[in-house]
């Protein structure tokens, strides 16, 4: 006989209240009568359903399995986590960054989920800051990174109805915790995305087959994709981006639904339609994204210049060899997730592009172009007269090759470019440019959407003033703008060059002045059930950390610059960054006491360290976090 939940001490029904909206809970409830059962990994032999619920879908694993271990996750998140866990609530990684460390891929960040409210996780850190208005987060800055961390009773208090569920007795092993984050989970956008991992547990749990579209490489909504795009459109953009950077391929109706709904992220504000499209550009995935957005109309909608010149290219081939993809697929060689460029890279590129469509260059002016913008003018011209490639031709940006022409000429024609480029970038952010622009094309209809704010513009203007022949002394080139400007002049002559690389040792040689790290491309999840290969793959530089030293709490921290010093309170985070003076954590021992203070540094230890004690610990990998190089 089905009861229905209540929270009493000695037994296991409580109330549960479905905080989702009641369309998604329909949705969700159908869905799974549709589908073949999946047994269970968390309880009965058979699947049961609570109420609508089917629980068939409800499966823990053991993280190491995949090959993910505690030393995978940067300190800076384990920080957060441990001191969650440490004031007695239930604390996650969530989202994307569980995806990418099962998929052997650099987290761009790592968000945390606990049970606390947000008011009590801002009380922990003394930089944290609560933002958002229809689903607030918590922003913890430790260590200097920031930590998104979001609450479970946040989804309690913006649901706008309670529903009591029927349940059976003795429901398949799963407790009111599972509840717990199986509602967070259904709220997501993506299957992919609505995993939950427990590093300190070593347990990874899954309430919607998201870790069997992972192995598929499939991506898919949770509730049905016409739903869950007519509720966030945005979700559309953020699925190409996934879809494009994981190498992942869509569901039938996730396709259906982005054809159906794409004219529908023009109700997007332009700050956030900025947003999507420079993670989608600026992450090392740019190319494959072009290409989906072009591949599903909605190109013609962001970007109608590009999309045009694209719809005019002469079938696939055309278009994999079409001079604007292979700007792009040289840019996604040099930014990563842990290394992502600033936007002015990618805008600096379209608008350059679009320079040449609307005025056709020769080889070497380009070249010049190119060369100029990255070794500055006097070696710039140099490059350009003695090691150009004369035999590469795009169509229509390249003219063909012509003989050499005299520095003074060649400047000049620099500078138009230059000059030519500046105007291009306006139809980015100015609605009358772009109008002008598309004249050129006979098209029936455009949005004439613009999203690209005029400072990025102006920024973007000011690269290329170094390629002004009347102001060309390195006083001039702005300094700030120097390591885009120089990565924008590399892609443009690696394109130009007509192969992958204008020289491996040059290539070597930028990497380590840009401080790049490598990117393995090739993980693309088919290792994702494999631990062997987990261990196998290539990690970033590892941090090594040895236990509490002394009762100063001073922990020893051996790195490649030699033993430093950090109190617990800094290397932690504990209650916020530590003072700057020890003197002053001495002032507070006195008020703690020596043994409540020994009892709180045991006690953080343990829920860091596990029952390991004081002994050395599992060594931290350092995982790359998305910072904006130094421009």
Same mark, same amino acid.
């Given at each position: 006989?089905?009861?229905?939940?209540?929270?009493?001490?000695?037994?296991?029904?409580?109330?549960?209240?479905?905080?989702?909206?009641?369309?998604?809970?329909?949705?969700?409830?159908?869905?799974?009568?549709?589908?073949?059962?999946?047994?269970?990994?968390?309880?009965?032999?058979?699947?049961?359903?609570?109420?609508?619920?089917?629980?068939?879908?409800?499966?823990?694993?053991?993280? *190491? +399995? =995949?090959? !993910?271990?505690?030393?995978? $996750?940067?300190?800076?998140?384990?920080? %957060?986590?441990?001191?969650?866990?440490? #004031?007695?609530?239930?604390?996650?990684?969530?989202?994307?960054?569980?995806?990418?460390?099962?998929?052997?891929?650099?987290?761009?960040?790592?968000?945390?989920?606990?049970?606390?409210?947000?008011?009590?996780?801002?009380?922990?850190?003394?930089?944290?800051?609560?933002?958002? *208005? +229809? =689903?607030? !987060?918590?922003?913890?800055? $430790?260590?200097?990174?920031?930590?998104? %961390?979001?609450?479970?009773?946040?989804? #309690?208090?913006?649901?706008?109805?309670?529903?009591?569920?029927?349940?059976?007795?003795?429901?398949?092993?799963?407790?009111?915790?599972?509840?717990?984050?199986?509602?967070?989970?259904?709220?997501?956008?993506?299957?992919?995305?609505?995993?939950?991992?427990?590093?300190?547990?070593?347990?990874?749990?899954?309430?919607?087959?998201?870790?069997?579209?992972?192995?598929?490489?499939?991506?898919?909504?949770?509730?049905?994709?016409?739903?869950?795009?007519?509720?966030?459109?945005?979700?559309?953009?953020?699925?190409?981006?996934?879809?494009?950077?994981?190498?992942?391929?869509?569901?039938?109706?996730?396709?259906?639904?982005?054809?159906?709904?794409?004219?529908?992220?023009?109700?997007?504000?332009?700050?956030?339609?900025?947003?999507?499209?420079?993670?989608?550009?600026?992450?090392?995935?740019?190319?494959?994204?072009?290409?989906?957005?072009?591949?599903?109309?909605?190109?013609?909608?962001?970007?109608?210049?590009?999309?045009?010149?694209?719809?005019?290219?002469?079938?696939?081939?055309?278009?994999?060899?079409?001079?604007?993809?292979?700007?792009?697929?040289?840019?996604?060689?040099w930014v990563s997730c842990g290394e992502p460029s600033k936007s002015i890279l990618w805008i600096g590129l379209l608008a350059f592009h679009q320079a040449l469509v609307r005025r056709p260059q020769d080889a070497i002016v380009v070249q010049a172009f190119g060369s100029i913008l990255h070794f500055g003018w006097k070696e710039?011209?140099?490059?350009?007269?003695?090691?150009?490639?004369?035999?590469?031709?795009?169509?229509?940006?390249?003219?063909?090759?012509?003989?050499?022409?005299?520095?003074?000429?060649?400047?000049?024609?620099?500078?138009?470019?230059?000059?030519?480029?500046?105007?291009?970038?306006?139809?980015?952010?100015?609605?009358?440019?772009?109008?002008?622009?598309?004249?050129?094309?006979?098209?029936?209809?455009?949005?004439?959407?613009?999203?690209?704010?005029?400072?990025?513009?102006?920024?973007?203007?000011?690269?290329?003033e170094v390629l002004d022949s009347r102001n060309n002394e390195e006083s001039s080139c702005r300094k700030s703008l120097s390591k885009t400007r120089s990565l924008l002049g590399k892609i443009i002559l690696e394109t130009m060059s007509g192969t992958d690389h204008v020289g491996v040792e040059s290539i070597e040689v930028e990497?380590?002045?840009?401080?790049?790290?490598a990117v393995n491309k090739q993980s693309d999840g088919v290792a994702l059930f494999d631990s062997t290969a987990a261990e196998e793959h290539s990690r970033p530089k590892k941090l090594h950390r040895d236990a509490v030293a002394d009762l100063s709490m001073t922990l020893r921290v051996p790195t490649e610059q030699g033993l430093?010093?950090?109190?617990?309170?800094?290397?932690?985070?504990?209650?916020?960054?530590?003072?700057?003076?020890?003197?002053?954590?001495?002032?507070?021992?006195?008020?703690?006491?020596?043994?409540?203070?020994?009892?709180?540094?045991?006690?953080?230890?343990?829920?860091?360290?596990?029952?390991?004690?004081?002994?050395?610990?599992?060594?931290?990998?350092?995982?790359?976090?998305?910072?904006?190089?130094?421009?």
């Amino acid at each position: 006989m089905a009861m229905s939940f209540r929270n009493t001490k000695h037994g296991f029904l409580f109330r549960l209240k479905a905080l989702l909206h009641f369309p998604r809970f329909n949705h969700v409830a159908a869905e799974s009568r549709s589908r073949t059962p999946v047994i269970t990994e968390m309880g009965s032999e058979s699947p049961q359903r609570i109420g609508e619920v089917d629980v068939s879908k409800w499966k823990k694993f053991d993280s *190491r +399995r =995949f090959g !993910i271990t505690r030393s995978m $996750i940067p300190e800076y998140a384990s920080t %957060v986590l441990a001191i969650l866990r440490h #004031e007695g609530f239930d604390a996650y990684l969530v989202g994307g960054c569980v995806r990418d460390l099962l998929l052997k891929r650099t987290p761009k960040d790592f968000d945390v989920i606990t049970t606390a409210n947000l008011q009590k996780v801002k009380s922990q850190f003394r930089r944290a800051q609560i933002v958002g *208005r +229809r =689903f607030p !987060i918590c922003l913890v800055w $430790i260590k200097g990174s920031v930590v998104e %961390v979001s609450s479970f009773k946040t989804a #309690e208090e913006i649901a706008e109805e309670a529903k009591e569920i029927a349940l059976p007795p003795n429901p398949s092993g799963s407790s009111e915790k599972d509840f717990i984050r199986w509602r967070d989970s259904m709220r997501r956008d993506f299957t992919v995305n609505s995993l939950f991992l427990d590093p300190f547990m070593h347990k990874i749990y899954d309430y919607s087959d998201g870790l069997r579209d992972l192995k598929s490489l499939t991506l898919r909504t949770l509730i049905p994709a016409q739903s869950s795009f007519t509720e966030d459109c945005a979700r559309i953009l953020r699925g190409l981006r996934i879809a494009a950077r994981l190498g992942l391929k869509l569901s039938e109706d996730t396709k259906d639904a982005i054809r159906s709904l794409s004219s529908t992220i023009k109700c997007l504000p332009q700050d956030r339609i900025m947003m999507e499209i420079n993670y989608m550009l600026s992450y090392g995935a740019a190319e494959p994204s072009l290409h989906l957005l072009w591949r599903f109309r909605l190109l013609e909608i962001l970007l109608p210049l590009q999309a045009a010149y694209l719809d005019q290219l002469d079938g696939v081939s055309s278009y994999s060899s079409s001079m604007l993809m292979k700007l792009f697929s040289n840019m996604d060689k040099w930014v990563s997730c842990g290394e992502p460029s600033k936007s002015i890279l990618w805008i600096g590129l379209l608008a350059f592009h679009q320079a040449l469509v609307r005025r056709p260059q020769d080889a070497i002016v380009v070249q010049a172009f190119g060369s100029i913008l990255h070794f500055g003018w006097k070696e710039g011209v140099e490059y350009a007269r003695n090691k150009a490639n004369h035999g590469v031709h795009f169509v229509p940006e390249i003219l063909g090759s012509s003989s050499n022409y005299e520095v003074a000429k060649l400047a000049d024609k620099v500078s138009n470019l230059a000059a030519l480029v500046n105007k291009s970038v306006t139809t980015l952010s100015d609605s009358k440019s772009l109008t002008k622009s598309m004249s050129a094309y006979s098209l029936s209809s455009c949005s004439y959407l613009v999203f690209v704010p005029k400072k990025a513009v102006n920024d973007v203007q000011r690269i290329f003033e170094v390629l002004d022949s009347r102001n060309n002394e390195e006083s001039s080139c702005r300094k700030s703008l120097s390591k885009t400007r120089s990565l924008l002049g590399k892609i443009i002559l690696e394109t130009m060059s007509g192969t992958d690389h204008v020289g491996v040792e040059s290539i070597e040689v930028e990497r380590r002045e840009h401080g790049k790290v490598a990117v393995n491309k090739q993980s693309d999840g088919v290792a994702l059930f494999d631990s062997t290969a987990a261990e196998e793959h290539s990690r970033p530089k590892k941090l090594h950390r040895d236990a509490v030293a002394d009762l100063s709490m001073t922990l020893r921290v051996p790195t490649e610059q030699g033993l430093r010093k950090r109190t617990a309170l800094e290397l932690w985070g504990y209650h916020g960054i530590a003072e700057k003076s020890r003197a002053s954590w001495r002032k507070k021992s006195v008020v703690l006491g020596k043994e409540a203070q020994k009892e709180r540094t045991a006690k953080i230890q343990k829920s860091i360290f596990g029952n390991k004690g004081n002994g050395p610990v599992d060594r931290i990998e350092v995982v790359g976090k998305a910072k904006e190089p130094n421009d």
